[in-house]
Nanobody
Framework: QLQLVESGGGLVQPGGSLRLSCAAS????????IGWFRQAPGKEREGVSCISRSDGSTYYADSVKGRFTVSRDNAKNTVYLQMNSLKPEDTAVYYCAIDWRNCGPSRYIPPVDTADFGSWGQGTQVTVSS
């Protein structure tokens, strides 16, 4: 069974940093592209970032470009999302999922079709507030 588990969320002040982890079990993560998504209360789920399965190329939504960095550690079977210079508008539940189509950016624009992705994790809450 392919399973992803997110962790690393929490409460942080504006301007602070967090690193989210997306750990895989039941499969080898480096064979798959992994996307990061977020959903704030009352808003649609949006794509944040993706790291490809092949050459490690990345995608970032304009709202996080220059502040967030996605990476993978194949030895730990984990993908990370380093989030710097956090803003209150980054507050959301963050999810990771397998991207079957290797980071096609158009599918990261709301509305995200969750059926295009697999093995959604349970999410981790990120709250940016003073």
């Amino acid at each position: 069974q392919l399973q992803l588990v997110e962790s690393g969320g929490g409460l942080v002040q504006p301007g602070g940093s967090l690193r989210l982890s997306c750990a895989a079990s039941g499969f080898t993560l480096d064979y798959y592209a992994i996307g990061w998504f977020r959903q704030a209360p009352g808003k649609e789920r949006e794509g944040v970032s993706c790291i490809s399965r092949s050459d490690g190329s990345t995608y970032y939504a304009d709202s996080v470009k220059g502040r967030f960095t996605v990476s993978r550690d194949n030895a730990k079977n984990t993908v990370y999302l380093q989030m710097n210079s956090l803003k209150p508008e980054d507050t959301a539940v963050y999810y990771c999922a397998i991207d079957w189509r290797n980071c096609g950016p158009s599918r990261y624009i709301p509305p995200v079709d969750t059926a295009d992705f697999g093995s959604w994790g349970q999410g981790t809450q990120v709250t940016v507030s003073s």
